[in-house]
Nanobody
Framework: QVQLMESGGGLVQAGGSLRLSCSASGSISRFNTMAWYRQTPGTERDMVATITSGGTTMYADSVKGRFTISRDNAKNTVYLQMNSLQPEDTAAYYC???????????WGQGTQVTVSS
């Protein structure tokens, strides 16, 4: 059993910054890809950023140059530094951890990010 706990969401003005964190606990000590997704009501959950166990990163075009994903493998934690936030970044943000076999994804409960104009 694996539990993911997110933190760091909140309300921020346009142009501001937030840092999201997501830590894993439970029966698995190592993970492959870690990622952040986001979702607004009535839409699909979209990938925001991913990072492999080797540190290779990938970003959605809409966040390139503004968001940075990083991870601490010793702490089983992934971070998302979000700068220059815009109202269109408003969403529920979810972390996802994939097991080392690539056969299962674990999801956090989501944290709300709201950017006011």
């Amino acid at each position: 059993q694996v539990q993911l706990m997110e933190s760091g969401g909140g309300l921020v003005q346009a142009g501001g910054s937030l840092r999201l964190s997501c830590s894993a606990s439970g029966s698995i000590s190592r993970f492959n890809t870690m990622a952040w997704y986001r979702q607004t009501p009535g839409t699909e959950r979209d990938m925001v950023a991913t990072i492999t166990s080797g540190g290779t990163t990938m970003y959605a075009d809409s966040v390139k140059g503004r968001f940075t994903i990083s991870r601490d493998n010793a702490k089983n934690t992934v971070y998302l530094q979000m700068n220059s936030l815009q109202p269109e970044d408003t969403a529920a943000y979810y972390c996802m951890f994939r097991n080392t076999y690539g056969t299962r994804n674990y999801w956090g409960q989501g944290t709300q990010v709201t950017v006011s104009s």
